[in-house]
């Protein structure tokens, strides 16, 4: 029952590095989403993907890229990382209403605490 | 866009008490969906309750309750005989195309 898996679970990055969370889903869920949770903000959407082969920019998109690889995979990318882009991140994904018999309930993974110095 | 209001950033309650979260939210459309989510210490973000905005009967998981008021687009959340396992985060949410949350109430339960 593996759910939502997202890697690393902890990253150190200087300003100015790169990296790429990864997360895949195995549940079949059409939609993927990826959030950040920084304190007394709750959980501001970056980018979603509400089926294979979409992406659509969130409340937050600038600063990241994402890549929804196939149905399973929607990856992360911080092309040059700044302090601001410290905090914790949370891939998620749903079967969306719209695909009929859809909850649009969220299954999150566990978050990716991320950290620039 | 749909955006979430959370005014409450901050509730206690006492152990054996009820509870009542508020959230209100701004939409045009007229089919969405609501949630709650709690997410405790543990950082896992676990769902509540969810209420679909065509249906007028208030959802209800055993001591969860909504009260869903579609016109003053207010969405609140009724925890009864609040337990210590209770104490976290919780989230309201609307989805129509993505899913937007609000900043969050977190709830300490005393014994």
């Known amino acids: 029952n593996a759910g939502v898996t997202q890697t690393p679970k902890f990253q150190v990055l200087k300003t100015g590095q790169s990296m790429t969370l990864q997360c895949a889903q195995d549940m079949n869920h059409n939609s993927m989403y990826w959030y950040r949770q920084d304190p007394g903000m709750g959980l501001r959407l970056i980018y979603y993907s509400a089926s294979e082969g979409t992406t659509d920019k969130g409340e937050v998109p600038n600063g990241y890229n994402v890549s929804r690889l196939n149905k399973r995979e929607f990856s992360l990318r911080l092309e040059s990382a700044a302090p601001s882009q410290t905090s914790v991140y949370f891939c998620a994904s749903s079967e969306p209403t719209w695909s009929g018999g859809g909850t649009g309930e969220l299954f999150f993974g566990e978050g990716s605490r991320l950290t620039v110095l | 866009a749909q955006t979430v209001t959370q005014s409450q950033p901050e509730m206690s309650v006492q152990e054996a008490e009820t509870v009542t979260l508020s959230c209100t939210y701004d939409t045009s459309e007229n089919n969405y969906y609501l949630f709650w989510y709690k997410q405790p210490p543990s950082r896992q973000m676990i769902l509540v309750i969810r209420q679909e905005a065509y249906k007028q009967q208030n959802a209800t998981e055993n001591r969860f309750s909504v009260n869903f008021q579609k016109a003053a687009k207010s969405f609140s959340l009724k925890i009864s005989d609040s337990q210590l396992g209770d104490t976290a985060m919780y989230f309201c949410?609307?989805?129509?195309?993505?899913?937007?949350f609000g900043a969050g109430t977190r709830l300490t339960v005393k014994p």
């Open positions: 949410a609307f989805t129509l195309n993505d899913m937007r």
